[in-house]
């Protein structure tokens, strides 16, 4: 298509040269009116040629640029579409990092977290003489809210195996121990407040 185009904007232009050359050197130059009409309808042609391989060339290559713009958005469209996906797996990943530390703690055995206290005036005792908790890491933590110093401790088969810290005004003692399945004794630690009754049992299943 191009080339005919350059065929036709060529021949009119070498035409108009060698019909003006003739005309400067030749007097009386058309001859005849037939020639004119002749010479008219060549150059019409030419130049109606011309022009619509113009108008057709400028088409295609609008289509041409369409077709390239169309394919560069593509491009982009799928270069963003992997981009994304690479950032999935990513995201995924940071999903599975989080879940790990969780089924590490559940794989760790249950901890088990027994709340205690006692009277605010200082009473000799416990508020709870029983408690019950699941094999594995036992905690007990003892609020003491009065002024008498108190703490919690865990004796098994006549032995202490854990003591707390003598506390008052509302801190907390507390102990944490591993125990197997059998019946213990939570108890306070501080001369005659044991004897007195504060103590109790704690059930391990
Ligand atoms: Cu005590």
């Not at 799928?78 to 990092?97: L, R, T």
């Not at 019950?132 to 088969?157: C, F, K, L, Q, R």
Request: a negative charge.
């Amino acid at each position: 298509m191009s080339d005919l185009f350059y065929v036709f904007g060529i021949a009119v232009v070498v035409l108009a040269l060698v019909v003006t050359a003739i005309g400067l050197r030749a007097h009386g130059f058309p001859k005849s009116r037939g020639a004119v009409l002749a010479g008219l309808t060549v150059f019409t042609l030419l130049v109606a040629g011309t022009c619509t391989y113009a108008v057709v060339l400028a088409r295609e290559e609008k289509e041409h640029r369409e077709h390239e713009w169309a394919e560069w958005r593509e491009q982009q469209a799928e270069e963003q579409e992997s981009a994304e996906q690479a950032a999935e797996p990513e995201a995924a990943a940071d999903e599975g990092g989080a879940e790990e530390p969780e089924g590490g703690e559940a794989a760790g055995g249950e901890a088990e977290t027994i709340e205690l206290t006692s009277p605010e005036d200082g009473s000799l005792v416990f508020d709870t003489d029983t408690v019950e908790a699941a094999a594995g890491t036992i905690t007990i933590d003892y609020t003491n809210p009065s002024p008498v110093p108190h703490n919690v401790a865990i004796e098994a088969d006549g032995e202490t195996v854990a003591e707390g810290d003598v506390v008052t005004g509302g801190d907390v003692s507390s102990v944490s121990v591993d125990l197997e399945p059998g019946t213990y004794v939570f108890y306070c630690s501080v001369p005659g407040h044991r004897e007195a009754g504060m103590e109790g049992q704690l059930k391990v299943k």
